[in-house]
């Protein structure tokens, strides 16, 4: 019961400390028609934040572009994603996140075993366990995320796509905790969010074996939301979790966000405990103009236009 006390009382304090909803959001989408991508390109850079405009206005993109090393967990690309993470946590226009790899034929290798061979035991366990919390860091994003797995996602990769919200992948994808082949267990949150995602007995199988599974088993077993055949291009998961952010951008983003919230931190306590959470996100949402332009919609029978306030 004292866990469960812990967990409600921080998700109240939580929730409070966000302040005022008005003041932690921007302006909807643009009605443009069009959508262009704006980022600020560094040269040698292994991760990149880029912002869609125009019609997707609201859309984030995390960019993995370490195509020397198929986007593995090093040093360098782990210290910018969490930059980058630490930027989107703060950032009131971004309504929905797609995590991305610009690297043909591969979403994220897991770990750098080139990098991980030099280091001493405790200087490995020491990273492991920055990897878990910016998975953790990843997971309490406010807003809702999509890993787009448009190739292999192995290991420390797969990790990182279940941090996200949703999963979108490709016919061709490869995913699979495969740390028992290495001699590991997973380290960065695998073995606790792949049960939660697609049942106790079936992850085990997958942890135990270290198999990998394509995207048509990934879909069956609940893994990832969507799967999509493969294009010329390579980017199929990647389109497809574009069309979903699609689908969530019209949305109240305060709903969106407080929905998020009270399911995250709901899942983690007993449901009367939830329920509790579940009202106070509710609470949160009541004074809202969006709440009071959705009511106004539904009754002039016309699109709502949310503003985030």
Known sequence: MRAVRSALVYSCSRLWAMGPVSSRFGAGPSCARESHSSSRSTEGAEVELGRLEGGDAGIAEVLMKRHRARN???????????EVVATL????????????????????????LKERAQMTNMEAEHFV????????????????????????????????????????????????????????????????????????????????T????????ALHLGLVNRMVKQN??????????????????PQAPIAVRMAKEAMNRGIEVDINSGLAIEGMCYARVIPTRDRQEGMAAFIEKRPPRYTGE
Do not use: W
Not at 72 to 82: A, E, H, P
Not at 176 to 187: D, M, N, S, W
């Open 72 to 82: 593995s967990l090093g040093k360098v690309f782990v210290s910018q994603l969490r």
């Open 89 to 112: 946590r703060h950032d009131s226009q971004v309504q929905v996140v797609v995590v991305r790899s610009t690297v043909p034929g591969v979403f994220c290798a897991g770990a750098d």
């Open 129 to 208: 366990s920055g990897l878990r919390s910016l998975m953790n860091d990843i997971a309490s994003l406010p807003m809702p995320t999509i890993a787009a797995v448009d190739g292999f996602a192995l290991g420390g990769g797969l990790e990182l796509a279940l941090a996200c919200d949703l999963r979108t992948a490709a016919s061709t994808a490869q995913m699979g905790l495969i740390e028992t082949t290495r001699g590991l267990l997973p380290g960065a949150g695998g073995s606790q969010r792949l049960p939660r995602e697609m049942g106790f007995a079936v992850a085990k199988e997958l942890i135990f």
């Open 210 to 217: 270290g198999q990998r599974v394509g995207g048509e088993r």
């Open 232 to 249: 010329e291009a390579g980017d199929a998961a990647y389109r497809e979790a574009l069309q979903l952010a699609r689908e969530i951008l």
